[in-house]
């Protein structure tokens, strides 16, 4: 085996450690540092905190700075927040530092449309620094946005395009269940949504991204946001959800031009479904309906596609990319 | 808009006039000049041989030399065999006309196991010249090949991998059902595959492109073709299959390491099945299946990606590459 591939964890949140479980098994990767401000956090192990077999030797530094310069590392693994604003310093800190990053920011899985400056910004130190920045995972980077545009790759004509995205939430953990509004009252659904605290992130950037694929310019992207509502009364170990309460959240994004729906994104996740599943639906030559049965687990998804895209991410040319276009990013078999 | 992109038709049978279908409707292509040796195409007009509207104003012309040099092409669509020998020299003129190639050679999709020194010498001419070769199509280079090695984007780890192509050919053109020994006695069928002209080409080229995405040394590549055998009476508008017959054919091709099977592909067209779908299964970290339910119809979907492929192509840098390789490859949707 060549030399492995350095990484730092830079965000040990539950994303950040559902990326550290697998990172740690690929025998590619070596992860020799390990960032977040959370002081239950500092000072532990990131093997640990992870829940990986055993202690990865890596110590939690709040000090990212510190962390950079003395690991050195190939590539960050940035997974602090949605917010890009927020991860842009973090972002420049990996990036001067000569590291690579696959960060799962939603807002900067495309970001060229709402944050046109900042996409410029992070291109332009990427570039000077010579290294590649990209932000994946299922979903955005994935299930509705890469996924529809690579299917779009047999058609003649697409007219529009649909993805949809249901979770059935009943056998997931409890924090979901409850982050997705089960059990809660319509009342207090709306309340968690003012409040910005029940929202799936990504939706936009994934319209963005389709029509910059398929060559369209939109006149206007939307969002709405409502409950899912239980008709029958609905019990999981977590939660019971009372018929006219929310079972769970049902989020649409439009994307429009000239008044015509030409990209619908629909994500539900709710308690008491019967089924979950991916799907893409193209409407033109031909018309094609594809669909991941079963569906597709978050977690393992999203830790998978950004570590999967480390080879791709090292090797391609500097600056700031998004999976539209980048080669295709497929798992490394090793221990198959 | 943009210059047109000068695309020069290369092969005018079946394909190439599909191509020349979807790339006339296309506004950023403008074909320019078309070549087949065959004495009945030669001298006329290639749109009226590919069944376009209306003339296209390019004649077909057996001289490769004379029109590559007069219509100095951006891009030639090559579909002239699926042989990567007869291929060859066609594409050394190609490239030495400074002219990208996209092309649908089967042997080509995927060549370095069965080819290598030929692999080579494209790779080596393209770059001499400063130009990209590509070979792609539905299958080889999509449907059993990238589109499963996409789907193990998402995934932790993967096993085994299998890609199945189910094909009802009752709807087909009678040519098509012929083709697949629809009708044959066994014996006629088994004839027709030792005279070699019953053959899907391209699964051992799809199974090397799996492996080498995936990281796996196979030891073997296996391939096996028999009958699909009717058990009742099939009658179509062409040909009428008695029970014991062959109403189809079924091919398989194996990718096997240690012993064990790692990649299976199944391929199957046959008159009087109730359904048509391609779908891929991995076994991995998580399992998936995902489905196109109806399938997706060969001759659409192979114009469709080699003429979505121009663009990549073009920007791409200079050598011989496969659609593993390859970004996203999606619709332009300028007419949507």
């Known amino acids: 085996m060549v030399t492995k591939i350095k990484a730092v964890q830079f965000g040990c949140g539950p994303i950040g450690c559902s990326v550290v479980r697998y990172a740690s098994q690929r025998p590619d990767i070596e992860l020799v540092g390990a960032i977040d401000i959370k002081e239950s956090l500092v000072g532990r192990d990131l093997g640990e905190i992870a829940g990986t077999n055993n ?3 890596v110590s939690i530094s709040a000090d990212a700075d510190a962390v950079l310069s003395q690991a050195k590392p190939n590539v960050v693994f940035l997974t602090t927040s949605s917010s890009a604003k927020v991860v842009y310093p973090q972002m420049e800190k990996c990036v001067r530092a000569g590291a690579n990053i696959v960060s799962t920011c939603e807002e900067l899985a495309y970001p ?8 410029a910004d992070i291109d332009k130190i ?19 946005d890469a996924w529809p545009l690579f299917m779009t790759g047999v058609c003649q004509q697409v007219k529009r395009i649909k993805a949809v995205r249901v979770q059935d939430a009943s056998p997931r953990r409890g924090p979901f269940q409850k982050k997705i509004g089960a059990g809660c009252t319509i009342e207090e659904f709306e309340k968690l949504v003012a409040a910005g605290k029940l929202k799936h992130v990504g939706l936009p950037e994934s319209i963005a991204m389709i029509a910059s694929g398929l060559g369209w310019k939109l006149d206007e992207i939307t969002e709405s946001i409502e409950p899912v509502v239980a008709k029958t009364r609905v019990k999981t170990d977590f939660v019971t959800v009372e018929p006219g309460q929310a079972s769970g959240v049902r989020q649409i994004g439009r994307g429009i031009r000239a008044g015509e ?12 479904r019967s089924e979950s599943y991916d799907a893409v639906y193209i409407t ?12 597709t687990h978050g977690d393992i998804a999203t830790a998978g596609i950004v570590v999967n895209s480390v080879h791709r991410v090292i090797s391609a040319p500097p600056g700031f990319v998004t999976m539209k276009d980048m080669p295709i990013v497929s798992v490394l078999g090793f221990s198959a």
Do not use: D, H, W
């Open 284 to 295: 033109g030559t031909p018309n094609s309906e594809v669909v991941i049965k079963g569906g």
């Open 55 to 57: 202690k990865l030797g």
């Open 126 to 144: 990427a570039k000077a620094n010579n290294v590649t920045v990209l932000s994946t995972g299922v979903n955005p980077g994935f299930l509705m």
């Open 261 to 272: 729906e030409l990209v619908t994104l629909e994500f539900e996740a709710c308690v008491g």
């Open 112 to 119: 060229y449309r709402k944050n046109p400056q900042l996409s």
